[in-house]
């Protein structure tokens, strides 16, 4: 079987599955529970300075049927007392000596950081995550995002802990910023370890439509909150994505963002994180999903022979490219398999509406056809097709040829100018702005307006 | 024993004729509008006689609009909610859906319409006025699918409308001819009670029009009649011993059933006469009143059977057995029925022929004939000049207006009998006819 272990900057852990800082690693309780039930590791809920939570703290983004395709919080840092929190620290590392246990902390005075860094450390947690990411509550007061947004003063704090600190320190980044890499670079210049990202996005999460305010709704109010589950995993992807192209930030990554299976685990992994955080998925279904985590990873280091997650962390990054260095001479059009079409035709409608008009519809049968001549290869078409494998997206091109913007560039022939004849879409063929007139008229009469035989 | 027992309680009742599209919770109508896929020119729309723009009604539903969704479907089709339960979807709507396609369960569009419709007749949305009065009068003749929806339409044109039904409720078929367990007496009526309510036509009950004299006073009152008047009573087949008792119609007992429910008696032993949809409901029917022995006899083979796979396998799962290519030849007994005299038949060049000598009787104590039923031919004879086809149908142009002008029709006594959905949509044209014909 292949070892799923990790040694992320030092703290080691049975695989690379960490509970992130918040309400899961609210407890000892809850900690243990999630060891118990498999985990590597977890954040404990931030320790700092202390607060007062208020009553509705969550908000779910449905979509059709699914519930909690994104989410929001308003709840703060910890609200217990720092001295039960510490013991339950030390009784589950007590406990579980080979486990990650994290301190995630927020405090403001360099004293309180010194002081709250070596009572962790006291109490035996394996390493440090400074809080500079929590975008709602803590900012106003000059904590969380409000630091992860400053790099100087992420720098100077980053600085302050690591004179104290006897374990490895990650600083977790807000993606609430226009450039994730400039904290990450931070980061390294004070000294930190690791880092680990994301944080949750600043969010409102939706309005109530008959009570006009944003939830979670308190006392007909409402603040924006911090955004996270599935949702938010493409921007995650791509902030460490930039962290771990970065020839400046070369800091183990603790991947944080939409990670409720194994596959967005390993997404987050080939994209350069070597642990993984995990959230929103826990407190939507409960520990228990380390279960499919576990053996879904385990089966994909099976197939693909890798021995440990060091043999595919940043596997992918070497394809991430800029947009200049793609291959302009790849040609893709789309090809429909009409043994597999059911006939729904999205994909024409799909094209005709939101893409380049090059799909037809045929008499005597509902699959529709490829007008090759006008397919731009946008993919549009098989991604809304609703059953697999129905429409493929066929390379056209011979494979020989290679040449991207940045060739073109060197080489002096981009367009530069308006109207360029070597503007890419100068002779795609766009039907006459007046064809549009009466399209959508053909289509079966629905209801009343059959009656009246009119649309 | 039989598979029910017989139903003695209105629960008992319920519980043996439990509803085959029962009512969706908005948490599953959440998860169903959820699958579908908004197809383009949608074929579940072109498969509905009525054009309910489904893939916009359950996109509505989907997004929290239920009432607009109910507007969609009312728009399209007054019996919105009937035609949800009763329709035959799997060979309409739901059987075009794409997903069949895919070997995916297609859509539940039929609960789904009546999900949206249901909340809206519950909650009565108002989603229809009465037009501007334009002063003229129609009289509508017979209170069923056709009838109300004829009704509806020419209320929202302005006419001013008077139904008159022979018998004590309105829907038609709806109410008294289909399975208890397709929709109840309950849900039929109410719709009904929500349409009466924001089109406001009159209907009076137990007001039959049955000859000349009645004719020619609504001929005098009235600038124009629509017959909704469906078809008549179980065609006699004219064996020996068919007046004996218990050998009842297929469409008198069904409405016997419908308004006595669990006081209706039923034999122990049944034969049903037929092969139609109608044969499948009365023999599902017999079973779950408590009848230990179905048998359904068809003169032809099974494949010929008119009615839909689904029907007959839904009787078949009640404990219908079917006995294929015999013919009556006589019902048999004292005063009651106690048997009936078959004989075997084969089929030759598509016609039925008796085999001479196979001969044989078939014990039972009820035979329910399910044989079709009568054109109402007697009362359309006293309306001058209207013309009736080959098969006793009242001919009528694309608009629904027969031969004598002043009178139009749809539903079953035009199309020979046909689907509720058939007769709601078919009486909104002709209901346009009316305007088109009395706006000259």
Redesign the interface.
Known sequence: MPDLSINFAGITSPNPFWLASAPPTNSGYQVMKAFDAGWGGAVWKTLGVPVINVSSRYGGVSYRDKRLVGFNNIELISDRPLTDNLREISEVKKRFPDHAVIASLMVQSRQEWHDIVRQSQDAGADGFELNFGCPHGMCERGMGSAVGQEPNVLQMIVEWVMEVAQKPVIVKLTPNISDITEPAQAARRGGADAISLINTIQSIVGVDLDRFAPYPIVDGQGTNGGYCGPAVKPIALNMVKNCAQHPDVRLPISGIGGIENWRDAVEHILLGASSVQVCTAAMHFGFGIIRELVSGLEQYMVEKNFNTIYDFVGKALPNVRHWEDLNMKYQVKAHIHEEKCIGCQLCYTACEDGAHQAIRLQAGTRTPAIIEENCVGCNLCSLVCPVDDCITMDRHDDGTQHLTWKERTTANTIPTEFNDEKAGGRHHWVPEPAAALGKERHKTLPGKARALGIL | MAEFSTPTTAQEFAQNFAQLKPNMSRTEA??E??RC???????C??ACP????IP?FIRQI?SGNVTGSAR?IY???YFGNACGKVCPTEVLCEGSC??N??DVKPIEIGRLQSYATTQAITENKKLFTPGPANGKRVAVIGAGPAGISAACELRALGYEVTVFEAKAQPSGLTVYGVAPYKITNEEALAEMTYLQGQFGYEVRYHAPITGRADLAALEAEYDAIFLGIGLGKTTQLGLPGEEKINCVGAVEFIEELRQRQQQMQVGRTVIVFGGGNTAMDAASEAARLGAESVVLAYRRGKEEMGAYDFEYELAKAVGMKGLFNVAPLEIVGDDYVAGVRFIRTVIEDGRVREVPGSEFVQACDMVIKATGQAKQTHFLHHIPGLELDGRGRIVADAAGQTTNPQYFTSGDARNGGAEVVNAA?EA??AA?GIHAFLSK
Do not use: H, M, W
């Not at chain 2, 896929?37 to 074929?43: Q, R």
């Not at chain 2, 009525?50 to 723009?53: A, K, V």
């Open positions: 959440l998860y509008s959820s896929l908004f197809c383009f020119d949608a074929p729309i072109t009525s054009g309910i723009d916009q989907n969609t728009e399209a089709n794409v997903y396609l895919q949509a909104k044209v346009r």
